[in-house]
């Protein structure tokens, strides 16, 4: 078969470093009966190990030449293929909890990161190769640079740990970028339930519209002083001062006032 010539559009670049793609699937450890998911398999790197561990093979992969290559590979009748845009694929649409895992496709992670909170009760784990910026938002501590909007949304419904750090030599064509490796757990309630996510989702949006502003100035519209301060929340202080778990507590008790209103 001809050479693929990386899609740039499709954010296609390959690993080739085979101790990462051991580590990979050392850290996943699939077992055979697991449904295990893995998002834009590409060229096969960790496919082909993946696939030796289970009994069947969930990929999504959008591109074409690729899904075409995934057909001929010797362990084809492993895999399901499910050809199409990852961001629009139903994740219900496989029965059973599953592990998912990807190489992820940079330019498209945050709003698919975004998505998996609404699939929580039927993820085991998720393993995933991102840029490592990415990674250091999303496991950010409270009142560290790196804290903000992602890190709060995806720490109220996950656990998330940086396993490797992965250098752009490792892949082919190389990204601009350092990559690294995160393992997500499902662990909703850690920080407490929202009544109404999409309210407790548009607060934080909002808390970080300015974040060299106050909560205070962010939030005037949405939230007196008064109301801050009765769930200990400053209302001087920067909103990456103000842990995850707050921001829950402020969603719920902003319902609260407003239904005794
Ligand atoms: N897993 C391979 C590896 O590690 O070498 C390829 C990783 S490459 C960074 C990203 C893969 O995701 C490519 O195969 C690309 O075609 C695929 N991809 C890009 N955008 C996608 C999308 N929206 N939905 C599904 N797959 C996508």
Redesign the pocket.
């Known amino acids: 078969m001809k050479e693929h010539r990386a899609?740039k559009r499709?954010?296609?670049?390959?690993?080739q470093d085979k101790a990462v793609?051991q580590d990979i699937v050392r850290a996943v450890r699939p077992q055979f009966e697991d449904t295990v998911i893995?998002?834009?398999?590409?060229?096969?790197?960790?496919?082909e190990p993946l696939a030796a561990s289970v009994k069947q093979l969930h990929v999504?992969?959008?591109?074409r030449d690729?899904v075409a290559r995934l057909r001929h590979l010797p362990f084809a009748s492993k895999l399901v293929i499910h050809e199409?845009?990852?961001?629009q694929?139903d994740f219900n649409s496989i029965a059973g909890r599953k592990k998912i895992v990807?190489?992820?496709?940079?330019?498209?992670s945050t709003p698919l990161l975004f998505r998996f909170g609404e699939y929580v009760d039927d993820i085991i784990d998720m393993h995933f190769?991102l840029q490592k910026e990415v990674v250091e938002r999303m496991v950010a501590a409270t009142g560290t640079n790196d804290y903000g909007r992602l890190s709060i949304m995806l720490q109220y419904f996950f656990d998330m740990e940086c396993l490797i750090d992965v250098p752009p030599e490792s892949?082919k064509p190389a990204p601009k970028v350092d990559s690294a490796v995160v393992r997500m757990i499902p662990q909703k309630g850690r920080i407490g339930i929202a009544r109404d996510f999409a309210h407790f989702a548009a607060l934080v949006k909002q808390a970080f519209q300015q974040r060299r502003k106050t909560i205070h100035n962010n939030l005037k519209d949405w939230a007196d002083d008064a109301v801050m301060i009765e769930v200990g929340i400053d209302p001087g202080d920067r909103p990456e001062r103000i842990a995850p778990e707050m921001y829950v507590t402020l969603s719920n008790h902003l319902l609260d006032v407003a239904a005794s209103a």
């Not at 893995?38 to 496919?47: C, K, N, V």
């Not at 999504?60 to 591109?63: F, L, Q």
């Not at 990807?102 to 498209?108: A, K, Q, R, S, V």
Request: charged share 15%; proline share 5%; net charge negative.
């Open positions: 899609r499709f954010g296609q670049n390959f690993l793609i893995e998002i834009g398999p590409g060229l096969a790197a960790i496919t999504i992969e959008i591109d690729i199409g845009d990852v961001l694929f990807g190489n992820l496709p940079y330019n498209i190769m892949f």
